[in-house]
């Protein structure tokens, strides 16, 4: 009988279990941004924002539940100032309905 060294046998089941794991995970995760957008509100460039020149991207990873609302976001990068008014503009977007949750990644540019 074919005798296996019990470190490398550890070694092999950690890996299949690891990528038994990720493959389970990634098939779990939601999908990318696929869904139509039905009502989209653009953000409001801040005045202070105006006054002071501030330009920049804010970038914002969000979470679409089945009935089309944005049910959470994730603010990636931007200004603090332009932040906000992303958010709220989110607030009021919807997407098409689907059986399940999907995720988008969104940019946001201002320029004064």
């Given at each position: 009988?074919?005798?296996?060294?019990?470190?490398?046998?550890?070694?092999?089941?950690?890996?299949?279990?690891?990528?038994?794991?990720?493959?389970?995970?990634?098939?779990?995760?939601?999908?990318?941004?696929?869904?139509?957008?039905?009502?989209?509100?653009?953000?409001?460039y801040p005045?202070?924002?105006?006054?002071?020149?501030?330009?920049?991207?804010?970038?914002?990873?969000?979470?679409?539940?089945?009935?089309?609302?944005?049910?959470?976001?994730?603010?990636?990068?931007?200004?603090?100032?332009?932040?906000?008014?992303?958010?709220?503009?989110?607030?009021?977007?919807?997407?098409?309905?689907?059986?399940?949750?999907?995720?988008?990644?969104?940019?946001?540019?201002?320029?004064?």
């Amino acid at each position: 009988m074919f005798k296996i060294p019990r470190s490398k046998l550890t070694r092999v089941v950690l890996l299949t279990l690891l990528a038994l794991f990720l493959i389970l995970r990634v098939a779990d995760s939601p999908a990318q941004e696929g869904r139509k957008v039905i009502s989209r509100i653009a953000p409001v460039y801040p005045e202070a924002a105006k006054r002071l020149a501030i330009a920049g991207t804010v970038k914002v990873q969000i979470v679409i539940s089945p009935d089309g609302h944005v049910r959470e976001t994730k603010v990636i990068g931007g200004h603090p100032l332009l932040v906000e008014s992303v958010q709220e503009a989110l607030k009021n977007w919807k997407y098409e309905p689907a059986s399940s949750d999907s995720a988008a990644l969104l940019e946001f540019h201002f320029h004064p």
